[in-house]
Nanobody, 123 residues
Framework: QVQLVESGGGLVQPGGSLRLSCAASGRMFRSANMGWFRQVPGKDREFVAATTWSGDASYYVDYVKGRFTISRDSARNTVSLQMNSLKPEDTAVYYC????????????????WGQGTQVTVSS
């Protein structure tokens, strides 16, 4: 079993920044990739970004490219999401996930998931 705990969410004004962190514990497998999804009420969970176990490759959904950066600390089993230039439409619950899938094909239902952290972008 793998346990994931997210932190760092909160309220921020448009144009501001937040950094989300996810700490993983338990039995991790070396090929596990880590990623972030987000979900707003009434909509499906959607992919945001993912990184490989080693952190040497990453993948982003188009509408966060250039604004969000995902990073991995394999020694500490953590993954972070630096979010800059935030927009009201980025408001959502953000979830961390660990999956054996490729960073390009992560599933919104597979693998292990954290409990989520709320990000609200509003003036």
């Amino acid at each position: 079993q793998v346990q994931l705990v997210e932190s760092g969410g909160g309220l921020v004004q448009p144009g501001g920044s937040l950094r989300l962190s996810c700490a993983a514990s338990g039995r991790m497998f070396r090929s596990a990739n880590m990623g972030w999804f987000r979900q707003v009420p009434g909509k499906d969970r959607e992919f945001v970004a993912a990184t490989t176990w080693s952190g040497d490759a990453s993948y982003y959904v188009d509408y966060v490219k250039g604004r969000f950066t995902i990073s991995r600390d394999s020694a500490r089993n953590t993954v972070s999401l630096q979010m800059n230039s935030l927009k009201p439409e980025d408001t959502a619950v953000y979830y961390c996930t660990v999956q054996g899938a490729s960073i390009f094909t992560m599933s919104k239902t597979g693998g292990y998931w954290g409990q989520g952290t709320q990000v609200t972008v509003s003036s």
